[in-house]
């Protein structure tokens, strides 16, 4: 089990845009491996490549893992070079977010989304979702391409997490 550090606002990796998985070998296997040990142990429901500081079009994510639950059971799913085709219905969800620590705020999304992507192996998924599962998709997606969930909030409300954000960088 190796835990990685995750990446926080304002690192400016966070804005990278990923670039297509094209091998899906044994390192790309543990780095999602040691991704899904870092999420749990956070604790978290989704992490993306960029967070943890990797330009790999990936992402994991388990919203059905409870750690105060013993008995349920870590099923991380791996989406790599994830796209969304279609999307229906609006859902206001509040987020947080392991690279913006100590911050939620309610974000409008899609309440239900079709996903292709491929699993670890490579192998072409399709993925419908809604709810919880959908507003994970697309904040992961998100990451992917250099984009926070602060981005979509007001220009004064963002700059209010920012300020206070970069005041607890400096400590």
């Not at 491929?118 to 992917?144: F, M, R, Y």
Request: charged residues 25%.
């Amino acid at each position: 089990m190796a835990l990685l550090e995750v990446l926080t606002f304002p690192n400016p990796f966070l804005k990278t845009r990923c670039r297509p998985v094209e091998q899906f070998n044994e390192s790309l296997l543990q780095l999602a491996q040691d991704m899904a040990d870092t999420m749990y142990d956070a604790p978290g429901i989704g992490l993306a490549a960029t967070q943890v500081g990797s330009d790999l079009r990936f992402f994991i994510m388990d919203i059905q893992y409870d750690k105060e639950e013993p008995e349920s059971k870590k099923k991380p799913l791996f989406f790599a070079n994830p796209q969304i085709i279609e999307t229906k219905g609006e859902i206001m969800m509040e987020e947080g977010c392991l690279s913006i620590p100590e911050f939620k705020a309610e974000v409008k999304r899609s309440d239900w989304v079709k996903v292709q992507y491929q699993d670890a192996k490579g192998n072409p998924q399709v993925l419908e979702a809604s709810g919880l599962t959908a507003v994970c998709i697309q904040h992961e997606l998100d990451h992917l391409n250099g984009v926070l969930f602060i981005d979509y909030l007001s220009p004064l409300r963002r700059k209010m997490i920012q300020t206070r954000l970069k005041k607890l960088a400096r400590g």
